[in-house]
C-alpha cells in the first residue's frame, strides 16, 4: 500500500495465459472481476503480458 492508500496486484502467473493467447477478452474479464470486488477503487492494469511485459500488474487508487 502506498501513500494515499493506492496499492498494486502484481501476477507473476498467469493460469489464463495460453487461453488469454486466443481468447483476450479473458484478461478484460478478470480487470472487471477486480473491479467488482474492490469497490470504491478505480482500477487500471498498468502492464499486461499479452501486451509483451513480463507481467501483469494492477494499479489501485481510492476513488475520490
Known amino acids: ?3 494515499g492508500g ?3 496486484i502484481v501476477l507473476r502467473h ?18 472487471a472481476v477486480l473491479r467488482a ?3 470504491g ?3 487500471t492494469r498498468v502492464e499486461h503480458r499479452l501486451a509483451g511485459d513480463p507481467l501483469c ?3 489501485l487508487v481510492p476513488d475520490e
Do not use: G, I, N, W
Open 41 to 43: 477503487m478505480a482500477v
Open 1 to 3: 500500500v502506498e501513500d
Open 6 to 8: 493506492a496499492a498494486r
Open 57 to 59: 500488474t494492477y494499479e
Open 14 to 31: 498467469c493460469p489464463l495465459f495460453r487461453l488469454a493467447s486466443q481468447v483476450p477478452e479473458v484478461c478484460d474479464a478478470e480487470c
Open 37 to 39: 470486488v474492490l469497490p
